[in-house]
């Protein structure tokens, strides 16, 4: 838990400090994971080569967009002087664009072995430093919203160099880690199958929040501030039971490679006991991530996002009035993809057969 929030963290500093300028102003993952629960170790270093080419190498698809920042805003019909703003910040922040994957990658390493505190150290470090920086640049310097990308892009790459530093000085990678491989240059498509699913289910879910502050956008500039403050907040409350979705995934991945369906399904009913409220629905994603399922969560948050949440959230925003207090109705979303989860891991996911069936 701690290890996400610090990872979060440096985004919602800048965002923080950003916000005294003025109202203008996951797939490897998967893989690593039952591959070291079923006790290749050396198969996880592997997997994580593979990783790092293809995640640089989806840093062009990335970029391409990026650079595009201020002709996509405007299209959506966004205010132009906040186009212009996000496009100067991102064209600085997008050098860090690999440092980010990297730093993921790292993390995600570490924690299907059971490692955790390396990454809270590191995150604790380079999120002080980045306050400072940014505190630095934006009030003493008053470099605005360039200072502030400056400051970001810097904490991303400071993030990734000390955990790998960390990691070289204490032998973290020894177990798995047999040197670069060519073997990490084939089979990409098993990965990417598993990525495809993986990535849709993601972007289907934060992409909801995304498009609403588009929509903010295109009520007033205050609305879309308003709207920055509540997502950034959400995701400080969203780290929490994150944290415990982390550990669920890794752990029911670990049974599942190593052929134990019993401790498969024990794992994942403690964390649906250390579930509430609309955390259900996290916790769920996380057991349906854990036993390769990825198509199916990819499936309940589109229905549930884009079918259910839209079509009731956008026309209290705008024909009924309520702003960004009708795009908070779009939560309606999460208790479909709850039913429907539930329903899929009672019915599957914790079935003996279907878990001994899922990676052999």
């Given at each position: 838990?701690?290890?996400?929030?610090?990872?979060?963290?440096?985004?919602?500093?800048?965002?923080?400090?950003?916000?005294?300028?003025?109202?203008?102003?996951?797939?490897?993952?998967?893989?690593?994971?039952?591959?070291?629960?079923?006790?290749?170790?050396?198969?996880?270093?592997?997997?994580?080569?593979?990783?790092?080419?293809?995640?640089?190498?989806?840093?062009?698809?990335c970029w391409a967009i990026l650079i595009n920042t201020e002709p996509i805003l405007l299209l959506v019909r966004q205010e132009p002087e906040v186009a212009r703003l996000a496009q100067t910040y991102v064209q600085i922040f997008m050098p860090s664009l690999p440092a980010v994957f990297l730093y993921s990658l790292e993390a995600r390493y570490l924690q299907n072995q059971g490692i955790i505190w390396p990454q809270v150290i590191t995150g604790f470090v380079v999120n002080l430093l980045n306050a400072l920086i940014n505190y630095i640049v934006l009030f003493p310097l008053k470099l605005g919203v360039v200072g502030s990308a400056v400051a970001n892009s810097f904490s991303e790459f400071a993030m990734a160099a000390i955990l790998f530093a960390y990691m070289m000085w204490k032998g973290l990678h020894k177990a798995t880690w047999g040197g670069w491989s060519k073997e990490s240059l084939a089979d990409w498509g098993s990965f990417i199958r598993l990525a495809i699913p993986s990535m849709v289910m993601l972007c289907v879910e934060w992409w909801t929040y995304e498009i609403g502050g588009f929509l903010a956008g295109l009520i007033s500039e205050v609305e879309l501030g308003a709207q920055s403050v509540v997502y950034q907040l959400a995701n400080v409350a969203y780290m929490f039971p994150l944290g415990?979705?982390?550990?669920?995934?890794?752990?029911?991945?670990?049974?599942?490679?190593?052929?134990?369906?019993?401790?498969?399904?024990?794992?994942?009913?403690?964390?649906?006991?250390?579930?509430?409220?609309?955390?259900?629905?996290?916790?769920?994603?996380?057991?349906?991530?854990?036993?390769?399922?990825q198509r199916v969560g990819a499936i309940c948050n589109f229905v549930g996002f884009y079918c259910i949440g839209f079509p009731i959230g956008i026309p209290l925003m705008f024909a009924a009035k309520q702003g960004i207090m009708g795009k908070i109705?779009?939560?309606?979303?999460?208790?479909?993809?709850?039913?429907?989860?539930?329903?899929?891991?009672?019915d599957h996911l914790l079935n003996k057969n279907e878990l001994e069936g899922n990676y052999n």
């Amino acid at each position: 838990m701690a290890s996400q929030f610090m990872g979060f963290a440096l985004g919602f500093v800048s965002t923080v400090f950003c916000g005294h300028l003025g109202k203008v102003e996951l797939a490897g993952v998967s893989l690593a994971i039952a591959t070291f629960g079923s006790g290749n170790h050396m198969r996880v270093g592997v997997i994580l080569q593979r990783a790092i080419f293809i995640l640089l190498l989806a840093c062009f698809p990335c970029w391409a967009i990026l650079i595009n920042t201020e002709p996509i805003l405007l299209l959506v019909r966004q205010e132009p002087e906040v186009a212009r703003l996000a496009q100067t910040y991102v064209q600085i922040f997008m050098p860090s664009l690999p440092a980010v994957f990297l730093y993921s990658l790292e993390a995600r390493y570490l924690q299907n072995q059971g490692i955790i505190w390396p990454q809270v150290i590191t995150g604790f470090v380079v999120n002080l430093l980045n306050a400072l920086i940014n505190y630095i640049v934006l009030f003493p310097l008053k470099l605005g919203v360039v200072g502030s990308a400056v400051a970001n892009s810097f904490s991303e790459f400071a993030m990734a160099a000390i955990l790998f530093a960390y990691m070289m000085w204490k032998g973290l990678h020894k177990a798995t880690w047999g040197g670069w491989s060519k073997e990490s240059l084939a089979d990409w498509g098993s990965f990417i199958r598993l990525a495809i699913p993986s990535m849709v289910m993601l972007c289907v879910e934060w992409w909801t929040y995304e498009i609403g502050g588009f929509l903010a956008g295109l009520i007033s500039e205050v609305e879309l501030g308003a709207q920055s403050v509540v997502y950034q907040l959400a995701n400080v409350a969203y780290m929490f039971p994150l944290g415990f979705s982390v550990a669920g995934s890794v752990r029911v991945g670990n049974a599942l490679g190593a052929g134990d369906s019993q401790q498969a399904k024990l794992s994942a009913q403690a964390t649906l006991f250390f579930s509430i409220s609309s955390c259900l629905a996290i916790f769920f994603e996380s057991i349906i991530r854990g036993a390769g399922k990825q198509r199916v969560g990819a499936i309940c948050n589109f229905v549930g996002f884009y079918c259910i949440g839209f079509p009731i959230g956008i026309p209290l925003m705008f024909a009924a009035k309520q702003g960004i207090m009708g795009k908070i109705y779009m939560s309606l979303d999460w208790y479909f993809y709850l039913c429907v989860s539930a329903m899929y891991i009672h019915d599957h996911l914790l079935n003996k057969n279907e878990l001994e069936g899922n990676y052999n």
